[in-house]
């Protein structure tokens, strides 16, 4: 499945309306903003469609999905939006993330629980609030709104040290160009990254370098470590592939279409998360040319000065690092 | 005291909002604690143990309030020994689990970081035996386990 869908939907009393754009998206935050009064309207329109009093207005079916036999109702739905209401044990379950791994349905997952086990991006976590475009009015209008920002670049020029993700050609990418100014780690996968931070973030701003587009089951704990009190900056491009590929290196119209709305390009049966797709689509386009791609070792073409300046180009929320 | 289990554990009902519709008792929601809880997280009044006015929903039933409130009511009055997941309630809800926690020995399970951002802040942490006294130490001692 693929492609982004604005979702509406409504009762006399409440309206929700958002678009999903990815193959996962978690909702979450404050008890009683309406994540289960949503799941409700969805289930009452799976039973009775528009007889229930609930109007679903959405490109693909919406249909809820409950604990009992979720391995054989999900085996019978494609190309559908599944939504699934917290309560639910098995969505941190191995089993249940190896079938979202090869669905072709996109799933909205309710939950507060981490869920290690799902690559899924920080710019698809959301929470539930009422819309002020609509205050006042009779109807409550819920919208979801991004739970998770990016760097804030007034923090960067006190940032002593950066803990890459990346243990390959990003860690080498960023350890050149910032060595002169900081000593670069690679904490070598991101759920080593919480506890690196713990280790190194006490006493002096680290930088944090990471795909946002598989990092969200590590946010929460890395925004507790931050309202702790550890001195911590965020930068979360979707992924080191996807910042080359926005640089202009690569200057195709077919790259630059797909980067400008990918959602309607990576297909989920093959691609969990957009760092994958973004991946193989760098691998592929540099074939065979000076700039060939591979994610095990840097292109040492990549830092030399017209292409590495390119590259740190797209990185201008790093401005005050880079200069 | 509140003591925290990160993870699942022996026990636990992971899902206390259906728990709550089979096991609540109506005097539980005409108590002066679940109303207060209910006026801060749902933002609703408890007219009667059977009718809550909420300014969204309108007249509704116990059946109906937030999965957080029904989760603290549960902590505060069910007295069957169970274990409830608090990963149930958001963080608004934080404050009401210490305040129940200061009337007796409450023992929860988490399943992420909640923001027990407060002071002064003593939580007994079963997974290690240790008592933190900050949310930094909170913080700390539970990124090994969530």
Redesign the interface.
């Known amino acids: 499945m693929k492609g982004k869908y604005h979702i509406t939907i409504e009762n006399r009393?409440?309206r929700y309306e958002f678009t999903i754009r990815r193959n996962i998206t978690v909702i979450?935050?404050?008890?009683?903003?309406?994540k289960?009064?949503l799941l409700e309207m969805i289930r009452a329109f799976n039973r009775q469609n528009g007889d229930s009093g609930v109007t679903l207005q959405c490109g693909v079916p919406c249909i809820v999905l409950d604990s009992v036999r979720w391995e054989y109702t999900l085996a019978s739905l494609s190309q559908s939006i599944v939504f699934i209401d917290?309560?639910?044990?098995f969505v941190?379950s191995d089993e249940f993330a190896r079938t979202v791994r090869s669905s072709d349905n996109y799933f909205v997952i309710i939950t507060?629980?981490?869920l290690p086990n799902l690559p899924y991006s920080v710019d698809e976590i959301y929470g539930i609030r009422t819309s002020s475009k609509y205050a006042g009015l009779k109807k409550?209008y819920n919208e979801l709104y991004r739970l998770y920002g990016n760097v804030s670049s007034g923090q960067l020029p006190l940032v002593k040290m950066a803990v890459i993700e990346d243990s390959n050609a990003g860690f080498e990418f960023f350890d050149a160009v910032l060595q002169n100014r900081l000593p670069c780690v690679s904490a070598g996968g991101k759920s080593a990254i919480?506890?690196l931070l713990?280790k190194e973030a006490p006493d002096r701003m680290i930088l944090m370098i990471a795909d946002g587009a598989a990092f969200g089951a590590e946010m929460?704990?890395i925004e507790?470590?931050m309202?702790?009190?550890y001195k911590i900056a965020l930068y979360l491009p979707e992924s080191f592939e996807w910042t080359i590929l926005s640089s202009g290196l690569v200057d195709d119209t077919e790259t630059a279409e797909i980067l400008a709305h990918p959602e309607d390009f990576i297909e989920s049966t093959k691609y969990t998360s957009w760092e994958q797709f973004f991946t193989a689509l760098l691998i592929q386009k540099t074939d065979k040319t000076y700039l060939r791609y591979s994610k095990r070792k840097l292109n040492r073409v990549y830092l030399q000065e017209k292409e590495r300046n390119a590259i740190l180009d797209t990185m201008s929320a790093l401005g005050p690092l880079l200069e | 005291m509140l003591h925290i289990h990160f993870g699942?554990m022996e026990g636990e009902i992971?899902?206390?909002?259906?728990y709550f519709l089979n096991q609540y008792d109506d005097e539980w929601i005409t108590s002066d604690l679940a109303k207060e809880m209910v006026r801060d997280?749902?933002?609703s009044e408890i007219i009667s143990s059977r009718v809550i006015d909420s300014p969204?929903?309108?007249p509704i039933t116990p059946r109906e309030l937030?999965?957080?409130?029904k989760t603290l009511i549960l902590m505060a009055f069910d007295d069957s020994g169970r274990i409830f997941n608090a990963?149930?309630?958001?963080?608004?809800?934080a404050k009401w689990i210490l305040e129940i926690a200061k009337t007796k020995d409450l023992t929860v399970t988490l399943?992420?970081?909640m923001?027990f951002?407060f002071s002064p802040l003593e939580i007994h942490i079963l997974n290690t035996g240790e008592t933190v006294h900050s949310?930094?130490e909170?913080?700390?001692t539970?990124?090994?386990y969530?």
């Open positions: 009393r409440i979450r935050g404050d008890s009683a903003s309406g289960t009064q917290e309560g639910n044990p941190s507060r629980d981490s409550t919480p506890a713990r929460e704990n507790r470590l309202e702790a009190g | 699942s992971y899902d206390p909002a259906t997280v749902d933002r969204v929903l309108g937030s999965g957080g409130v990963s149930a309630c958001g963080d608004n809800c399943h992420n970081i923001k951002n949310f930094r909170y913080v700390c539970a990124i090994d969530v």
